[in-house]
Nanobody, 118 residues
Framework: QVQLVESGGGLVQAGGSLRLSCAAS?????????MGWFRQAPGKEREFVAA???????YYADSVKGRFTISRDNAKNTSYLQMNSLKPEDTGVYFC???????????WGQGTAVTVSS
C-alpha cells in the first residue's frame, strides 16, 4: 500500500506563490512511479494540473504552464508543486497522485486547500 500526504496549502493573494509538497510512503511505493497533481475547484470536476515521470519528463495543463513547476526528490519520496503568479481561478483542493505511469494514478492523497484572493 502507498500513502500520500500533501502539505503547503493556504490562503494567498493573487500574484503570490505557494509550494505544495507530497510525501509518499509505503512498502510498494517505487521511485519509478509517475507523480502528479490534480485540483478540484468548488462545484467543478477534478482536473489535471501537472505530472512528472520517473525519468524527469514533465507535463502541465495549459492553464498553469509557465507559472507552476513540478519537481521531485526521489531520496525523500517527495513531489513538489511550486505555484507562482497565482490567480483566483487557481483556487481549489489540490491532490497528489502516484502510479506506475501517467495513465494509472492508483494512489491519491487527501488533498490540501489553496485559496487565492483577488
Amino acid at each position: 500500500q502507498v500513502q500520500l500526504v500533501e502539505s503547503g496549502g493556504g490562503l494567498v493573494q493573487a500574484g503570490g506563490s505557494l509550494r505544495l509538497s507530497c510525501a509518499a510512503s509505503g512498502r510498494t511505493f517505487s521511485s519509478t512511479y509517475a507523480m502528479g497533481w490534480f485540483r478540484q475547484a468548488p462545484g467543478k470536476e477534478r482536473e489535471f494540473v501537472a505530472a512528472m515521470k520517473w525519468n524527469g519528463n514533465t507535463y502541465y495543463a495549459d492553464s498553469v504552464k509557465g507559472r507552476f513547476t513540478i519537481s521531485r526528490d526521489n531520496a525523500k519520496n517527495t513531489s513538489y508543486l511550486q505555484m507562482n503568479s497565482l490567480k483566483p481561478e487557481d483556487t481549489g483542493v489540490y491532490f497528489c497522485a502516484a502510479g506506475p505511469d501517467l495513465r494509472r494514478f492508483d494512489y491519491w492523497g487527501q488533498g490540501t486547500a489553496v485559496t487565492v484572493s483577488s
